[in-house]
Structure formats: structure tokens, C-alpha cells
């Protein structure tokens, strides 16, 4: 089936610089996208989300874009910090298909360096 | 507010045996109920989709009869894993869809981790 897709497996950022993770989709029909983070032994903790109408969402030193021509979604960190080290995972839904359960990437895995 | 809870955080069984995890909206009725796995540095993989009131809907490869869904009430999903074996040892989470509203974010639960004997 289809399945979402992270292009870097680690991540390595100075504490305060910014930090870009990416992600592609194949399932051109989904049509809402969800960044989530995920500390050890936690659950997935909601970032920032966004609609296939819009291109652009941003959020508390965060920001999501979305382009639905390559089928790319990242996520920028501004001013990255020691909390933000974690597992960040993509997720896509096709609402119009009847089931809503999400089809999540890879993930990426953020070492924030002092 | 919107907080999922899951009882028990951790849990280790014996093969063969039989474990129920517990899924809770605390604040919020869920008219919908999510169970996803994941397995050691991978990603989570839906499982089945659990619906108040009616039978839960089961991903393709998950094995309805071995994982058993009962969602009784908007706040309250439960996952059993009938004779469980080591290749079931994973890390269960749930995440729950407020009522009534759609396109609404899901909230996860803190997981579950089962280990298999």
C-alpha cells in the first residue's frame, strides 16, 4: 500500500540554530498532515498539523509546509533547544476514504549537539 | 484538556497468556478510538480503528481474533491480546478523536509496552 516516507533517518543540530526535517508522502489523495514528536517510551505528542488547502502553517518556533506538486512536507524548529531532541514522525489521512486511522512516516530522530 | 490515558504502562506475560490494555479518554468522549503498534525504532503502524457502540474495523495482516477490540463506551477502548507470544512484544499506543467533531486532531495515550516471555 501507500506509506509515508522520511528522506533523513538522524538529525544532528547545534542548540540554536534552526533544524529542517522532511518527509514525502505518495498518497496524493490525503488531504490533512499532522507533525508529531515522540520522546523514549512516550507517546506521540501533536506539533503543528495541516489541510491540503493550505501551503503554510506555522506555529509556536514551529512551521509546516506543504507541497502538494512533489508531495513534500517538512518541519522547521526555529532556535532548536535540548527539549526538542526527540523522534519526529510525519503522518498523512485521507479523510474521503471512511477509515481516519493516520499512515505515519519513518521518522527522524533529532540530536540537539550543546 | 484532551488527555488519553492507557493502563498498564508496562506489562510482562508469559507466551500463552492473555493481556488486556485499557484505553481512556479522561476528558472527552471518543466517539472513535484508534490502537496503533510500533516496534523498537520503527514507526507506528495502525492496527484498527475502534468504534463506540459497533465492531472495530482491522487494518489488513492484524488478525482480529488475536487482537480483540471492545470499545463499550465514548471513553473507554480495550485491546486484548489472546495468547500472546514473543513476536507480540511491542509497544502499544492508543489515541482517541473527540465526538462529534471531524477533521479533529487525535490524541495519543502514553503506550503500552508488552513483553512476551
Known amino acids: 500500500g501507500e506509506s509515508v516516507g522520511l528522506h533523513l533517518p538522524t538529525l544532528s543540530v547545534q542548540e540554536g540554530d534552526n533544524s529542517i526535517i522532511n518527509c514525502a508522502y505518495s498518497?496524493?489523495?490525503?488531504?490533512?498532515f499532522i507533525w508529531y514528536k515522540q520522546e523514549s517510551g512516550k507517546g506521540p505528542q501533536f506539533i503543528i498539523d495541516i489541510r491540503s488547502n493550505m501551503d503554510k502553517r506555522q506555529g509556536q518556533r514551529v512551521t509546516v509546509l506543504l507541497n502538494k506538486t512533489v508531495k513534500h512536507l517538512s518541519l522547521q524548529i526555529a532556535a532548536t533547544q535540548p527539549g526538542d531532541s526527540a523522534v519526529y514522525f510525519c503522518a498523512e489521512r485521507y479523510s474521503g476514504g471512511g477509515a481516519d486511522g493516520l499512515t505515519f512516516g519513518k521518522g527522524t530522530h533529532l540530536i540537539i549537539q550543546p | 484538556g484532551a488527555v488519553v490515558s492507557q493502563h498498564p504502562s508496562r506489562v510482562i506475560c508469559k507466551s500463552g497468556t492473555s493481556v488486556k490494555i485499557e484505553c481512556r479518554s479522561l476528558?472527552?468522549?471518543?466517539?472513535?478510538m484508534f490502537w496503533y503498534r510500533q516496534f523498537p525504532k520503527q514507526s507506528l503502524m495502525l492496527m484498527a480503528t475502534s468504534n463506540e457502540g459497533s465492531k472495530a474495523t482491522y487494518e489488513q495482516g492484524v488478525e482480529k481474533d488475536k487482537f480483540l477490540i471492545n470499545h463499550a463506551s465514548l471513553t473507554l477502548s480495550t485491546l486484548t491480546v489472546t495468547s500472546a507470544h514473543p513476536e507480540d512484544s511491542s509497544f502499544y499506543i492508543c489515541s482517541a478523536r473527540e465526538h462529534g467533531i471531524r477533521h479533529n486532531e487525535q490524541f495519543f495515550g502514553p503506550g503500552t509496552r508488552l513483553t512476551v516471555l
Open positions: 498518497n496524493s489523495a490525503s488531504d490533512y
Open positions: 476528558d472527552f468522549q471518543a466517539t472513535t
